[in-house]
């Protein structure tokens, strides 16, 4: 049985920063110089993870955080308890 991605609808809107983070194995850092990482919880309360490059505010890549295929395997630091 696949697991599903939860919903957090309470926090909707909120934006953290991430320092690091491992999508699809691989590891990657905040250096803000070039990309900030941020964790974003959609209007809906989904979570996701957004490579931002810095200085703009559309992400360049963005990944659904949860559920049997999601390509993230860890965020840094965890605020989503």
Same mark, same amino acid.
Do not use: C, N
């Given at each position: 049985?696949? #697991? ?10 909120? #934006? /953290?920063?991430? =320092? ?5 194995? #691989?590891? /990657?850092?905040?250096?803000?110089? =070039?990309?900030?990482? $941020?964790? #974003?919880? =959609? =209007?809906?309360?989904?979570? $996701?993870?957004?490579? %931002? ?18 390509? %993230? ?9």
């Amino acid at each position: 049985m696949e #697991r599903e991605r939860i919903a957090k609808p309470e926090r909707a809107g909120e #934006r /953290h920063r991430v =320092d690091y983070a491992v999508v699809e194995g #691989r590891g /990657h850092v905040a250096d803000g110089k =070039d990309v900030e990482i $941020w964790a #974003r919880f =959609d =209007d809906a309360g989904y979570l $996701w993870l957004d490579f %931002v490059s810095v200085g703009t505010t559309e992400p360049k890549a963005s990944y659904p955080v949860g559920g049997e295929k999601s390509a %993230v395997q860890r965020i840094d630091p965890i605020l989503f308890v």
